[in-house]
């Protein structure tokens, strides 16, 4: 197994944006050092109007031989979601559709999807991802290049809370098992059931009580804005989310998206219902997680006009 961890592609820009900044700085200047502008604006987060990057996340050779390419997503919005319908504006270089998500909810998402590839795929040939969206087409590029070989520890260390993962015994993904309605009307609640089966491991954390300083000063809270993501959960449990909406528009509303997370428990049940705002196909995803590794499962739903 290959422990290191993966560096991520966007990290080669580094040395270009680095190289802009020091061009552009002398024109911020005045001639006190009091800037003349401002920065530009696409610096600045935005909760709305911003586009999707794609990611390519490495290759991972699979036991049988065969190889898969791992994507996922930035949505540059802090609070915008995304619907792309698989086309024009959503496709693949290969083939338009090869399992992409349709709905893109904000921020950094890592290994969404993987694409089968068989095991004599040239190693320079490439599979582009591209999406466009507020009229800015952004694009991944995936190829078999040496260093971006991922395997599960990789992808635990990038999944999860940080630290190398467990040797012996090694983490194995949970199992789900999902059944539910396939057909329902629009307002009216489908009915859904996820159950996971997990090897117990993480296993949860002994914390050494000896080293609490009870006296220690407590820390400044911070400010909302500046408040970090939260790390990972780690425990098994079930969480639900839209993975494609029809190509017309629809919404969806879960009753309870996700069951609590249990710290080396080897089952977990989700029992919850969705409620559809329109007519149309729609993709749900659950997805059993222990924290570190993932296990989705897609159900397609069709959604009818109400019947009078």
């Given at each position: 197994?290959?422990?290191?961890?993966?560096?991520?592609?966007a990290?080669?820009?580094?040395?270009?944006?680095?190289?802009?900044?020091?061009w552009?700085?002398?024109?911020?200047?005045?001639?006190?050092?009091?800037?003349?502008?401002l920065p530009d604006e696409v610096e600045f987060n935005r909760v709305a109007g911003q586009n999707i990057q794609p990611f390519y996340e490495g290759w991972q050779k699979m036991p049988d031989g065969h190889i898969v390419m791992w994507f996922g997503y930035l949505n540059r919005n802090y609070k915008e979601i995304a619907d792309v319908p698989i086309g024009d504006n959503n496709h693949f270089d290969l083939q338009a559709d090869l399992g992409q998500p349709a709905h893109f909810y904000p921020r950094r998402r890592l290994f969404v999807f993987k694409v089968d590839v068989p095991k004599d795929w040239p190693a320079d040939k490439r599979l582009v991802w591209t999406v466009n969206y507020h009229g800015k087409s952004s694009a991944a590029s995936g190829w078999l290049q040496p260093e971006w070989e991922v395997d599960d520890g990789v992808i635990q260390m990038n999944i999860g809370p940080g630290g190398a993962p467990p040797e012996n015994p090694r983490n194995q993904p949970p199992v789900i098992t999902v059944r539910g309605d396939t057909t329902v009307a629009v307002g009216r609640a489908l009915k859904l059931s996820a159950s996971a089966t997990d090897d117990g491991i993480p296993k949860p954390r002994v914390r050494n009580q000896s080293a609490v300083n009870p006296t220690a000063a407590q820390k400044m809270p911070l400010p909302a804005a500046a408040t970090p993501p939260p790390r990972a959960q780690l425990g098994l449990r079930i969480r639900w989310i839209l993975y494609r909406a029809p190509d017309t528009g629809g919404e969806v509303v879960f009753d309870q998206d996700s069951n609590a997370p249990v710290v080396g428990g080897t089952t977990t049940e989700l029992t919850n219902t969705a409620t559809f705002s329109?007519?149309?196909?729609?993709?749900?995803r659950a997805i059993a997680t222990d924290g570190t590794l993932e296990t989705p499962y897609d159900l397609k739903v069709?959604?009818?006009?109400?019947?009078?």
């Open positions: 197994m290959n422990w290191r961890i993966k560096r991520a592609p990290l080669r820009l580094a040395p270009v944006a680095a190289f802009a900044a020091c552009a700085f002398p024109f911020l200047l005045g001639a006190q050092g009091i800037p003349d502008a329109a007519p149309g196909n729609y993709w749900l069709t959604v009818i006009g109400n019947q009078r």
